[in-house]
């Protein structure tokens, strides 16, 4: 375990190392025991997390500043619109002046091209960490609570486990590619086989699949695309079907929605859910459009874990936390 993580910046787990994240990790198993015995934890008093939500929340924001609260410390909510962010302040002149005040910046801004470029800035000129709660390239924190979720049940050691992440419809709006582009790259870092299938147009950002695929070589583990759906659930140990956007294609919101459109039958059913093992998980980190990306047979059935991982958001941040504020 690597335990030195004191103002370490959190915006993907592709700057942290193995040792470094299973720190988090041994830490959210005994916070999430104290949670369930009702201790709760000082460690964070006198500290403050300010959280920038660019985008709405129901999971990230709660998880957070319940996070905090459990700690010790105090969270702060800032909608940029009631902050002089609306007026044209940039993203140097709001970390300098914040982190005179906090002990981290968190922020949600999942806007393509501009959300991934925020943060870095914030980070470049912040003398706290900043927390990446989703960008437009990255969802790290809901990473973190999926693999702890997938460690709590299948043991410590996921080498050779097979996971298929994959493209589903949802008509509604354009999703960040985020979750998945942040599943592919940290699973395979610790032995996960992924299969990530996806129809043409939503082809994930080329530096992340580059990323990814070198990340597999260097484990020793198979990384595969496809166009066929089937294919990311055939002998699965666990998936992951949601939607995003063909946001790497296009970004004009209709012509995303028209392409959505052409493939209604990329839904997460029971026949699909046949084909993983067993003993497998659907996973999703929610909110999930019911009957449209999941079946409600399959989202409340017997493979599904998805308030389990939805929980353990809690428990990782607060592991997070109380080792780099
Ligand atoms: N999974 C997730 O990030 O949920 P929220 O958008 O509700 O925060």
């Excluded at 914040?98 to 949600?108: D, K, T």
């Excluded at 942040?182 to 996960?192: A, C, D, E, H, T």
Aim: glycine share 6%; charged share 25%.
């Amino acid at each position: 375990m690597q335990t030195k993580l004191k103002g370490k910046h959190f915006i993907t787990t592709q700057d942290w190392t193995i040792q470094e994240l299973k720190t988090i990790f041994e830490l959210a198993k005994q916070y999430k025991l104290d949670f369930a015995s009702g201790k709760f934890s000082h460690i964070l008093e006198g500290k403050t997390l300010g959280m920038i939500f660019f985008d709405p929340s129901t999971r990230t924001r709660t998880s957070f500043e319940a996070a905090m609260t459990q700690l010790g410390g105090h969270s702060i909510f800032f909608d940029p619109g009631a902050m002089q962010i609306s007026h044209g302040e940039g993203a140097k002149d709001t970390a300098k002046v914040l982190s005179g005040y906090l002990q981290g910046i968190a922020v949600r801004l999942c806007k393509y091209g501009e959300g991934n470029r925020y943060l870095e800035e914030l980070r470049q000129h912040s003398r706290s960490p900043v927390v990446n709660m989703q960008c437009d390239i990255y969802h790290p924190a809901q990473i973190l609570a999926d693999y702890f979720t997938i460690i709590e049940h299948f043991g410590d050691n996921t080498r050779g486990l097979k996971l298929g992440v994959s493209w589903t419809y949802a008509p509604n709006y354009m999703r960040p590619v985020s979750v998945p582009q942040s599943l592919i790259l940290m699973m395979p870092r610790f032995g996960i086989e992924v299969t990530l299938a996806h129809p043409p147009e939503f082809k994930l950002m080329p530096q992340i699949i580059e990323q990814s695929q070198k990340n597999a070589k260097e484990a020793g583990v198979k990384f595969t695309i496809t166009n066929d759906m089937d294919e990311a659930f055939k002998d699965a140990d666990v998936v992951v079907p949601k939607s995003w956007g063909p946001l790497v294609h296009t970004q004009d919101e209709k012509q995303g929605i028209a392409l959505i459109d052409k493939y209604p039958d990329w839904i997460c059913s029971e026949k699909r859910m046949e084909m993983t093992k067993k003993h497998s998980l659907y996973m999703h980190p929610l909110p999930a459009d019911r009957d449209k990306e999941v079946t409600p047979g399959v989202i409340d059935g017997p493979h599904s874990v998805v308030y389990q991982e939805a929980e353990n958001r809690l428990h990782v941040q607060k592991a997070l936390l109380a080792l780099i504020l």
